[in-house]
């Protein structure tokens, strides 16, 4: 499957399209650290299970991004 995003923004004109298209490109490397977090044994328990509610809390789940 191949998508293709474009955004046409002016980023002088509207600095929030500039942040949110930032947020967008780093979202892969952001759920590789939680997925790090959560399941990495050298992260202390109480710590990966406080990241992996917060993660449910927030709708993220590993399975429908790691498949």
Same mark, same amino acid.
């Not at 967008?24 to 710590?47: G, Q, R």
């Given at each position: ?12 004109? @509207?600095?929030?399209?500039? *942040?949110?298209? %930032? /947020?967008?490109?780093? =979202? ?11 399941? @990495?044994?050298?992260?202390? *328990?109480?710590? %990966? /299970?406080?990241?992996? =509610? ?14």
């Amino acid at each position: 499957m191949k998508t293709r995003l474009t955004f046409s923004y002016d980023p002088e004109c @509207d600095p929030v399209g500039a *942040e949110r298209v %930032r /947020r967008m490109m780093k =979202a892969d490397d952001m759920i590789y650290v939680l997925w790090h977090l959560v399941h @990495d044994d050298t992260v202390p *328990e109480d710590t %990966r /299970r406080e990241v992996a =509610a917060w993660c449910h809390d927030n709708n993220i789940h590993f399975e429908e991004l790691y498949t």
